[in-house]
């Protein structure tokens, strides 16, 4: 899903950074194993998906995403993330997988899960570092990413 992202949406127009094809190639010659390991030994599984180049280029960590809904809501009176779910760049302390999401009126849903847990309702909110190699960043640029269509709030796409 992130990878369709990033090839759809955010580098739609213009040129992919190697960082980020290498990132892809690394994924792609793993899925398989990884893959597997899933039913095998879901903390190691686990522990090699938050290590990949693409998780760490591209996922958010708690931080970063719990920052950016709340400035979000605070600037434009919308929730991110209210309906889905995303995953983080990182792992609990025992291990598993963290999500965060379904931000509504009660606060923000967050918890953690093995790597083949997962429901119809996820959702892609990328790094803050891919919008900065997409968009142009000034003082005036709050750089935050609103999903489906994954554009940062008051930035304008490259030409």
Not at 14 to 42: H, Q, S, V
Not at 127 to 132: G, I, P, T
């Amino acid at each position: 899903m992130i990878i369709r992202a990033l090839r759809e949406q955010a580098f739609k127009d213009i040129e992919m950074p190697e960082e980020y094809e290498e990132a892809i190639r690394e994924f792609e010659a793993n899925k398989d194993r990884l893959t597997k390991l899933m039913g095998e030994n879901w903390q190691q599984a686990a522990k090699e998906l938050a290590e990949l180049k693409i998780t760490q280029l591209t996922r958010q960590s708690i931080q970063e995403t719990i920052y950016d809904m709340a400035l979000y809501y605070d600037k434009n009176g919308k929730r991110l993330l209210s309906n889905v779910y995303t995953w983080s760049n990182s792992r609990s302390t025992d291990g598993y997988l963290v999500y965060l999401g379904h931000f509504d009126a009660k606060g923000v849903l967050g918890s953690r899960w093995t790597p083949v847990s997962r429901y119809g309702n996820l959702g892609v909110l990328l790094s803050r570092s891919v919008a900065k190699l997409v968009y142009p960043i000034d003082e005036l640029c709050v750089c935050l990413i609103q999903p489906p269509i994954i554009l940062p709030i008051s930035c304008k796409r490259l030409s």
